[in-house]
């Protein structure tokens, strides 16, 4: 889908979080904080939301019929489903676009596109950091889209996070993010494995992460 004169500015367009949890929370309040118009839905109850007022949505069909951009992150392939898929009112729309944030499989968010209208824009942009860092609004984005696309989200997610990187194509944003986490997975455990047989050496755990820390060994386990 191209993007017309009317949504060439993405602030302008009303927008949605769909998973207001440990990271769409913080997310949400950072658009608020900007005075950007966005509102909010999850699953849990809504006296959960109760900071954000009316800026949140505890209706799923009234929240898709008022947003026109949607980040979507919510925990797994079966709610993303039920959020994009499984959901009349939001394919009837004229336009939409879909931003996957949540971690998913890459063949997935494949099928996903195929699934979704033509006049949808779909792109993938997976992210990187704490609660904190959503809470501060600098978190990583690796993002997969046409070119045109990207830009047009970019404003956005230059408010969200101080890291924006465009990969490639769709897809390719989620791909880069799952082989970051394998890596990251992989200094956990051994980080976690050396720091198990510390004592052998005569060291403690304490001395062999203040040299870790600053030294080729960091990473993001021994530093939390």
Known sequence: MSITNKQSNILNQNIGIAGCGEMGYPMLKVLLQNDINATGHDVKASENFKDFGNKYIPSKSEFFLKNDVILSIVRDTKETDDLLVNNDKFLLKKH????????LPITYILNLKKKLPDNFILVDTPMSGSTIKAQEGTLTFMVGGKNDEVHYVMPLLNILGDNILHIGDFGKGMSVKLLNNFIAASSVLATRNV??????????KEQLLDVVKCSTGDNWFAQN
């Not at 939409?96 to 971690?103: D, E, G, H």
């Not at 720091?195 to 403690?204: C, K, P, R, S, Y």
């Open 195 to 204: 720091l198990a047989q510390i004592n052998d050496f005569g060291l403690t």
């Open 96 to 103: 939409a676009t879909i931003l996957i944030c949540s971690t």
